[in-house]
């Protein structure tokens, strides 16, 4: 299983970091001089980039998995139509099926996890690499909910009893206003950062209470 859940411990790290590469910074100046000074300049960047590296990592990992779940979905719905002689019954819930899965595959385009880590590092890009991470569940959920009702469907057709966490959907969040706020009150990123980390993890929360559902089916 590739989907993390991220404790909002992480919305400290900024700080832990900087701490932290001061640490170094110091303990190495004092024993290597300016060379100690330049070799700890890099770490402490790196050190700072962690969290957003875990991050844009955690939902390319997200992204990739649930493709290919939505692909073995579809598949197995098709194999079990032609089995139970359903095929046509359950072609209305295929072609919908298929469509969201073009669509995500389409919009949902692969981001580089290191290249845009360190886009992050570069003065105000980090600010709109994070109004992408806060964007990106929304849309994301909405897709995903509605393949779980189209998938409800048709294992109803198919004989198959399961429920869709219908109460799960993500309610969107006003990152134009969090964006402003942050670029005007720094402090703000903190919150931010907690919203990031947590809407990402309800997401995981609620596709797994549907894949157990549908797995309990199954087996």
Wanted: include cysteine; charge should be neutral; proline fraction near 3%.
């Amino acid at each position: 299983m590739t989907d993390v859940i991220m404790s909002g411990i992480w919305i400290l790290w900024p700080v832990v970091s900087l701490i932290i590469a001061g640490v170094i910074g110091i303990v190495l100046t004092i024993l290597l001089g300016f060379w100690g000074f330049m070799i700890a300049l890099p770490i402490g960047v790196v050190l700072f980039a962690l969290l957003n590296y875990k991050l844009l990592k955690r939902m390319d990992d997200h992204r990739k998995r649930e493709m290919a779940l939505r692909m073995a979905v579809i598949s197995y719905l098709k194999e079990k139509g032609a089995e139970t002689g359903r095929a046509q019954l359950i072609a209305n819930e295929i072609s919908a099926l298929e469509s969201i899965n073009q669509e995500a595959m389409y919009k949902e385009k692969e981001r580089t996890p290191v290249l845009w880590t360190i886009i992050s590092l570069l003065p105000l890009l980090n600010y709109l690499v994070m109004y992408f991470l806060a964007e990106y569940p929304f849309d994301h959920d909405r897709r995903w909910h509605a393949f779980t009702q189209y998938t409800q469907a048709a294992c109803q057709k198919l004989g198959i009893n399961i429920m869709t966490p219908s109460w799960s959907t993500l309610k969107e969040r006003p990152n134009i206003l969090l964006l402003i706020l942050t670029l005007l009150f720094g402090i703000v990123v903190f919150v931010w950062y907690y919203f990031i980390i947590k809407d990402l993890n309800d997401h995981f929360t609620a596709q797994w209470q549907f894949e157990d559902q549908l797995m309990a089916q199954l087996r």
